[in-house]
């Protein structure tokens, strides 16, 4: 039952991909539509970072987290190395959570 899921899902998730390459030049969408396209992976990508970053189990995750994620983005903008800010972040929640901090 699993394996057939996951193929469904697969084709599924194929075709609907494929369709956006084959339908591109035949479907025309107004300015403002393709405008609001262009922000949608940003705006998505965004939620999923303040998701994750804010919640676990349905609650708050405490101030660590956030606080890493923080620094990361901090570094982030600074334009540090990828695995600079990763290890700031990491070693940035570690720390508070080590002090005490949840």
């Given at each position: 039952?699993?394996i057939?899921?996951v193929?469904?899902?697969?084709?599924?998730?194929?075709?609907m991909?494929?369709?956006?390459?084959l339908?591109?030049e035949r479907?025309?969408?107004p300015?403002?539509?393709?405008?609001?396209?262009?922000?949608?992976?940003?705006?998505?990508?965004?939620?999923?970072?303040?998701?994750?970053?804010?919640?676990v189990?349905?609650?708050?995750?405490?101030?660590?987290?956030?606080?890493?994620?923080?620094?990361?983005?901090?570094?982030?903008w600074?334009?540090?190395p990828?695995v600079?800010?990763?290890?700031?972040?990491?070693?940035?929640?570690?720390?508070?959570?080590?002090?005490g901090?949840?």
């Amino acid at each position: 039952m699993t394996i057939t899921a996951v193929l469904v899902l697969a084709v599924g998730t194929y075709a609907m991909r494929l369709g956006g390459v084959l339908l591109r030049e035949r479907v025309e969408m107004p300015e403002r539509v393709e405008k609001l396209v262009s922000i949608a992976a940003t705006v998505l990508l965004a939620a999923l970072v303040a998701t994750a970053t804010l919640t676990v189990d349905g609650g708050f995750a405490g101030w660590a987290r956030p606080t890493g994620v923080a620094v990361g983005a901090l570094a982030a903008w600074r334009r540090l190395p990828f695995v600079a800010v990763v290890v700031l972040a990491a070693a940035t929640t570690a720390l508070l959570r080590w002090l005490g901090v949840p």
